[in-house]
């Protein structure tokens, strides 16, 4: 089986989809959803989905694992720019700082994260460089 590594921060289908929230009053978006406006604190905004491809913003390797972290080490993690004007701080696909570069096309995969203590494949979101193949 397969299972998110957290309800409700991203759709797991064909076509993945962080969820995230637009105010009904000043419009802004926000990721991930809440209950309040992040900006304005306006209740109950509007869920989305927010657009799949981004903009690489800023970007580094994490080459210890934190504390709790049963994934794989390295792994990048960065900062995507969606087209909605969010800025995500994502897990990326690519460990190599020196493969990244500012500015550079980003695709929202669905990606493995570990095998948790049932044996379920334990998935979360990352971002992977444009046109790179799904693995």
């Not at 978006?29 to 905004?45: K, N, Q, S």
């Not at 509007?46 to 994490?62: K, Y």
């Amino acid at each position: 089986m397969r299972v998110m590594v957290r309800d409700g921060l991203f759709s797991d289908d064909e076509h993945p989809a962080l969820l995230g929230s637009r105010c009904t009053a000043c419009r802004k978006v926000h990721f991930p959803r809440a209950d309040a406006c992040t900006y304005c604190a306006t209740e109950e905004p509007e869920p989305v989905e927010l657009s799949g491809p981004g903009t690489l913003w800023a970007w580094t390797a994490v080459t210890a694992a934190p504390p709790g972290y049963e994934g794989e080490v390295p792994f990048g993690i960065g900062v995507v720019e969606l087209p909605e004007g969010v800025r995500v701080i994502t897990r990326l696909t690519e460990s190599d700082p020196a493969a990244l570069a500012a500015g550079q096309p980003m695709e929202l995969r669905v990606v493995p994260l570990h095998r948790n203590d049932d044996g379920d494949d334990v998935v979360t979101y990352a971002f992977a460089p444009a046109g790179t193949p799904s693995s």
